[in-house]
């Protein structure tokens, strides 16, 4: 029952931006399932830079940026949003296959812009 | 009357940072357009003006000077100039954005060659919108003709998120719109309009529109700096050609785990800086490609 709540919450919420307050309630819909990670992107790192993820588990990256405006591209999983200044951006990921994947800042924010990137990775 | 480039001057040229040598590419093969005239135009990219790295180019603020040089030794000088973008290297503060933006049009300005065509980078124009190389360059998307090619410089710089934009895009559709099936097309930019390698963001975001907008044309080329290397890729029957750069050269994508420019080496100074020749033969529709290294000696 709790889990299909949690479900019904989470289709009926956009998971691509979201106000913070939102982010909280879906992160207590969420349960204790199902797992939401911070990520906080400021010139030029993420942090943290490196997470790791179950196969098959539904997790909530909740995405923030300390100074200006950054993105979040993991391409080999499809995922990606812009981070903007003052809300809390959501991806949802249910991660099918293990691995190391790579995700990066896309949108140009300055002189180390090319080296802003970060890690997922997916183990069983 | 078509101007007749000598061979071997041509392959001179090649020495400098990638020079095109369009050859009556209208029409049918063989069947150049009435008015066309073979010339030459020459690319340099990615000269970065500003970078400062003494382990990447410890001549950083003699490479771009030196390929100036060498442009200006050609016996036969090129019809003119495209420089594709990141002519400087980005900062944070906006006078100091200025100053390089100067010094670079002062430096630029020892070409001999009248025309010359500038595009901004994300270096250039990411931070600010574009809104500072306008005032030294002026547009950052346009069109020009030359000889029976119809050239089109596309901005997927000037929004930080690496896209062209629906307005622009818009502007584009208008442009072919006047064109014909068979015209030459060029297209210069800055980023790839294709996905070459998304995990290293050498990809315009909305660039496949662009790809779309342009496919229905028979003879489309697509110049291109950014990722700092000679690179060449077909979607469907257009041809994409990247530029080395004038400052940093980059390693090829996915080959290394971080993307990070490649160190100087000693032994081999300027290695991976250097240049290309684009030589279009009519008859056969096709492009005749060499890389040359830059000479430290800045002569052709």
């Given amino acids: 029952m709790i889990k299909k709540t949690a479900i019904k919450a989470l289709a009926i919420t956009s998971l691509i931006a979201m106000t913070a307050s939102n982010a909280l309630n879906v992160q207590r819909a969420l349960g204790e399932d199902s797992k939401t990670i911070k990520i906080s992107a400021k010139r030029y790192e993420f942090a943290p830079s490196e997470i790791t993820l179950k196969k098959g588990v539904p997790v909530v990256l909740q995405l923030s940026t300390e100074d200006r405006s950054h993105g979040f591209y993991a391409p080999s999983l499809n995922l990606r949003a812009d981070i903007l200044p003052g809300k809390v951006t959501e991806l949802k990921v249910t991660p099918q296959k293990t691995g190391d994947y790579d995700f990066f800042c896309d949108i140009f924010c300055g002189s180390g812009h090319e080296s802003m990137s970060g890690k997922i990775k997916v183990v069983e | ?300």
């Fill in chain 2, 1 to 300: 009357m078509t101007t007749e480039i000598d061979r071997r001057e041509f392959i001179r040229l090649a020495g400098i940072g990638g020079v095109v040598f369009m050859s009556g590419i209208s029409g049918l093969p063989g069947q150049a357009m009435p008015g066309n005239k073979d010339f030459f135009f020459v690319q340099l990219s990615d000269s970065h003006w500003g970078f400062e790295g003494a382990k990447i180019n410890p001549d950083a603020k003699g490479t771009l000077k030196k390929a100036i040089k060498e442009v200006n030794s050609l016996n036969q000088k090129p019809d003119f100039v495209v420089f594709t973008g990141d002519l400087t290297q980005t900062t944070d503060d906006t006078n100091v954005r200025k100053q390089r933006m100067k010094e670079f049009q002062e430096i630029v300005g020892q070409l001999d060659t009248k025309v010359v065509h500038f595009m901004p980078g994300e270096h250039d124009a990411s931070l600010d919108k574009g809104e500072t190389y306008k005032e030294f360059f002026g547009a950052t998307h346009y069109t020009f003709d030359h000889k029976g090619v119809h050239f089109i410089a596309i901005d997927n710089v000037s929004d930080p998120t690496g896209s062209i934009g629906d307005d622009q895009l818009e502007w584009l559709k208008a442009d072919l719109g006047r064109q014909k099936s068979d015209s030459n097309i060029v297209v210069l930019t800055h980023r790839p309009l294709f996905d070459l390698y998304p995990q290293w963001d050498w990809a315009t975001r909305d660039g496949a529109k662009a790809i779309e907008l342009l496919l229905p044309f028979k003879n489309v080329s697509v110049f291109y700096g950014h990722i700092h290397q000679e690179h060449h890729h077909m979607t469907g029957h257009i041809a994409h050609h990247s530029a080395t750069s004038l400052m940093l050269p980059m390693p090829e994508a996915g080959s290394m785990p971080k993307r990070m420019p490649i160190p100087w080496n000693s032994a081999e100074p300027y290695k991976g800086l250097g240049f290309r020749n684009v030589h279009s033969e009519t008859k056969a529709r096709k492009y005749e490609l060499t890389q040359y290294p830059i000479n430290e000696a800045a002569k052709v």
